[in-house]
């Protein structure tokens, strides 16, 4: 998603507003893909505040995640606010002067500045690493894998000290 800054460039202090739905490429997330099932609906805010462009606004869209715990697909919501900072490459160079941290700040080139790349940063920062369907998920069963959230296991678990093991080994022979 790029967002031709031309006319903001021109016009300080004015702040414009987009409505966007966008298609979101899907996420790779170690071994998980993160497909989103609809358009995300972007709310976007930007403002030319002399040297600094400044792009706030929100982000939602809906996906499903696979939760660590049962390995069950779940619908997951991604909703949240965003700040980021641009500058052009030519204004660079007086930069801390008008900003707190110069390295928060994108710098771009040209006229164009390619949000998508960074919607996909914060995107990456809200997914959860270790989603998980319920706070009360019991997961799978360790030895035969059934959903313990659906049924339970018809396992033995005999607990055994590891030091014993060598034990039980030598009286079942």
Known sequence: MF?????????????????????????????????????????????????????????DGDTELVCSRCVERYPYHAGFDFKEEFCHEFDAPGLSEEVRDPEDVHIF?????????????????????????????????????????NETCKCTKEEIDPRMEVLKRYFNR
């Open 3 to 59: 967002i031709d800054l031309t006319k903001i460039r021109k016009i300080p202090g004015k702040t414009f507003h987009f409505d966007l739905l966008e298609d979101v490429k899907p996420l790779i997330l170690g071994n998980d893909r993160v497909e989103f099932l609809s358009p995300a609906q972007v709310s976007l805010d930007v403002k030319n505040t002399g040297k600094v462009i400044a792009f706030t606004g929100r982000f």
């Open 109 to 149: 080139q040209g006229n164009k500045v390619d949000f998508g790349s960074v919607l996909r940063e914060n995107l990456y920062l809200h997914i959860p690493m270790k989603s998980v369907c319920d706070e009360n998920c019991k997961g799978l069963c360790v030895l035969c894998g059934v959903n313990l959230n």
